[in-house]
């Protein structure tokens, strides 16, 4: 089983960036698929990045070229880079995992997820 643990959110002005850590433990990562998933108040949760342990992405159209999304395996660590942040982006933005390298977009196909990290952007 493995444990995540999201870090790196906080409260940023549109236009700025921040970057978000998913640490995990337990099991390393090396043979998972891990994405970023968010959840706005009042709204479903939703597929932002996802990564497979040697280096295949897949993002959400409304994050492309804004966002990137990578792993350090040495650090069992995903990380989610931010950019050009829009009020929009504001939401919990969770970690979750699969043992499996295939990426998947759907919510129910995770089987491990984090507790979440809050992402304000102010106008």
């Known amino acids: 089983q493995v444990q995540l643990v999201e870090s790196g959110g906080g409260l940023v002005q549109a236009g700025g960036s921040l970057r978000l850590s998913c640490a995990a433990s337990?099991?390393?990562?090396?043979?998972?698929?891990t994405a970023w998933f968010r959840q706005a108040p009042g709204k479903e949760r939703e597929f932002v990045a996802a990564?497979?342990?040697?280096?295949?992405?897949k993002y959400a159209d409304f994050v492309k070229g804004r966002f990137t999304i990578s792993i350090d395996n040495a650090k069992n660590t995903v990380y989610l880079q931010m950019t050009s942040l829009k009020s929009e982006d504001t939401a919990v933005y969770y970690c979750?995992?699969?043992?499996?390298?295939?990426?998947?977009?759907?919510?129910?196909?995770?089987?491990?997820w984090g507790q979440g990290t809050q992402v304000t952007v102010s106008l």
């Open positions: 337990g099991r390393t990562l090396s043979r998972y698929a």
């Open positions: 990564i497979n342990w040697s280096g295949g992405t």
């Open positions: 979750a995992a699969r043992p499996t390298g295939l990426i998947a977009t759907d919510i129910g196909r995770y089987d491990y």
